[in-house]
């Protein structure tokens, strides 16, 4: 096994998730060096491609640093290895929906009556409970009932799906974070609790200000394209050969894009003068500042606001992102052992930096040593349960 000294090495996770979601919570914990054991089912049970090609590169940029295990739950022995497996667990993560870990014998509550320090993450499609909660519910899904497909795209367009799975992404994140805070109130109070979130949750959280002018003043928001819904200017303009990002919505700021493009006259022009003016003529006004943003060149005019203080950038496809200078020294693109590039994780930590340790594993790559290792099996049993397909 590869040596592991990150931050989260004392904690041991068993991973029983799929698609994107769960795969994106767990990924949080691996690529901060909990020991990941991925629990798959054996080729001879399932030939299932929910999480894609294994050699595509969404599989490999979401299993990185884990191991994997192939293990039959549906039979009376693989569930058996598997509570044994979560006696020794910190963590188990699953997005099955609700009623299948019930099914499966798995649940939080069969699993805390063997280790009840288990700290369970749960994502489902609609949450845990609800008359919808046994459907199944997918990213653009969540996108349509959490309200961001109507706040997406151009004004009278109809709705939009965001160009990244936002459900899918922010409620992983959501649930490594809850496992986090789940394991720190853990060091107090010496027990495991159940942490479940869904994609409509995470979803619906995302709307962030958005769902606020709905909760707090009635507001139903609507479609603004590049535009900020409520800060203008701020959007997309034109220059002399591409477009770029401008935001300027406050007034100190707005000012200096006026000062910086020689256009005083609106900076001082009523029906511009406060920010709800500015709302309410969005579309005169960004005509007015676009006139004089296509006569610069994109570079000089984005050097020229980024030093009058003025948040400005250039709008890239994902190739040009990679070859900024900038993007460069983040490390944005890191490699796991193997060679294989993967999307890198944004924080970064000075003392306990994150490591890629392990490339992605082959299905069952590791059941040997796992079932040697952690439960005792010599090769005998282990060819015997590989026979019976339990493995």
């Given at each position: 096994?590869?040596?592991?000294?990150?931050?989260?090495?004392?904690?041991?996770?068993?991973?029983?998730?799929?698609?994107?979601?769960?795969?994106?919570?767990?990924?949080?914990?691996?690529?901060?060096?909990?020991?990941?054991?991925?629990?798959?089912?054996?080729?001879?049970?399932?030939?299932?491609?929910?999480?894609?090609?294994?050699?595509?590169?969404?599989?490999?940029?979401?299993?990185?640093?884990?191991?994997?295990?192939?293990?039959?739950?549906?039979?009376?022995?693989?569930?058996?290895?598997?509570?044994?497996?979560?006696?020794?667990?910190?963590?188990?993560?699953?997005?099955?929906?609700?009623?299948?870990?019930?099914?499966?014998?798995?649940?939080?509550?069969?699993?805390?009556?063997?280790?009840?320090?288990?700290?369970?993450?749960?994502?489902?499609?609609?949450?845990?409970?609800?008359?919808?909660?046994?459907?199944?519910?997918?990213?653009?899904?969540?996108?349509?009932?959490?309200?961001?497909?109507?706040?997406?795209?151009?004004?009278?367009?109809?709705?939009?799906?965001?160009?990244?799975?936002?459900?899918?992404?922010?409620?992983?994140?959501?649930?490594?974070?809850?496992?986090?805070?789940?394991?720190?109130?853990?060091?107090?109070?010496?027990?495991?609790?159940?942490?479940?979130?869904?994609?409509?949750?995470?979803?619906?959280?995302?709307?962030?200000?958005?769902?606020?002018?709905?909760?707090?003043?009635?507001?139903?928001?609507?479609?603004?394209?590049?535009?900020?819904?409520?800060?203008?200017?701020?959007?997309?303009?034109?220059?002399?050969?591409?477009?770029?990002?401008?935001?300027?919505?406050?007034?100190?700021?707005?000012?200096?894009?006026c000062q910086t493009i020689d256009a005083m006259d609106l900076q001082e022009d009523p029906a511009y003068a406060e920010p709800a003016d500015r709302l309410a003529n969005r579309d005169e006004l960004n005509e007015k500042i676009a006139a004089k943003t296509k006569t610069w060149a994109s570079a000089d005019l984005i050097e020229?606001?980024?030093?009058?203080?003025?948040?400005?950038?250039?709008?890239?496809?994902?190739?040009?992102?990679?070859?900024?200078?900038?993007?460069?020294?983040?490390?944005?693109?890191?490699?796991?052992?193997?060679?294989?590039?993967?999307?890198?994780?944004?924080?970064?930590?000075?003392?306990?930096?994150?490591?890629?340790?392990?490339?992605?594993?082959?299905?069952?790559?590791?059941?040997?040593?796992?079932?040697?290792?952690?439960?005792?099996?010599?090769?005998?049993?282990?060819?015997?349960?590989?026979?019976?397909?339990?493995?």
């Amino acid at each position: 096994m590869t040596t592991n000294n990150g931050p989260l090495a004392r904690f041991r996770v068993l991973d029983l998730t799929r698609a994107r979601a769960g795969p994106t919570a767990v990924r949080q914990l691996a690529d901060w060096g909990a020991d990941v054991i991925k629990i798959e089912l054996p080729p001879s049970v399932s030939e299932d491609t929910l999480g894609g090609n294994r050699d595509g590169f969404d599989f490999q940029n979401l299993h990185r640093n884990k191991r994997s295990l192939t293990l039959n739950l549906k039979d009376p022995e693989g569930k058996a290895m598997f509570l044994r497996l979560a006696e020794k667990a910190d963590v188990i993560i699953e997005n099955f929906r609700p009623g299948v870990k019930h099914r499966l014998g798995i649940d939080y509550d069969a699993v805390r009556a063997v280790n009840p320090r288990i700290v369970y993450g749960s994502i489902s499609g609609f949450g845990q409970e609800g008359p919808i909660s046994g459907r199944a519910g997918l990213d653009q899904i969540a996108q349509g009932m959490g309200g961001l497909m109507s706040v997406t795209g151009l004004p009278g367009q109809g709705p939009v799906r965001a160009g990244i799975p936002m459900a899918d992404l922010t409620g992983g994140m959501n649930c490594a974070m809850g496992v986090l805070v789940a394991l720190l109130e853990r060091e107090a109070s010496g027990e495991g609790q159940w942490v479940h979130t869904s994609l409509l949750e995470a979803q619906i959280s995302m709307m962030d200000f958005q769902a606020a002018r709905y909760i707090r003043d009635g507001e139903v928001p609507g479609q603004a394209g590049n535009n900020h819904p409520t800060g203008i200017p701020t959007g997309v303009f034109p220059t002399s050969d591409v477009s770029i990002n401008i935001q300027a919505g406050t007034q100190h700021i707005f000012k200096r894009l006026c000062q910086t493009i020689d256009a005083m006259d609106l900076q001082e022009d009523p029906a511009y003068a406060e920010p709800a003016d500015r709302l309410a003529n969005r579309d005169e006004l960004n005509e007015k500042i676009a006139a004089k943003t296509k006569t610069w060149a994109s570079a000089d005019l984005i050097e020229a606001l980024a030093d009058a203080g003025v948040p400005t950038g250039p709008i890239y496809s994902m190739d040009q992102t990679f070859a900024d200078p900038q993007v460069q020294g983040l490390n944005m693109d890191p490699k796991v052992p193997d060679g294989t590039k993967v999307v890198g994780q944004a924080v970064k930590l000075t003392r306990t930096p994150q490591k890629m340790h392990l490339s992605t594993p082959g299905l069952g790559e590791h059941t040997d040593e796992i079932l040697r290792h952690e439960l005792g099996l010599d090769a005998d049993a282990i060819a015997d349960l590989r026979a019976r397909s339990v493995i």
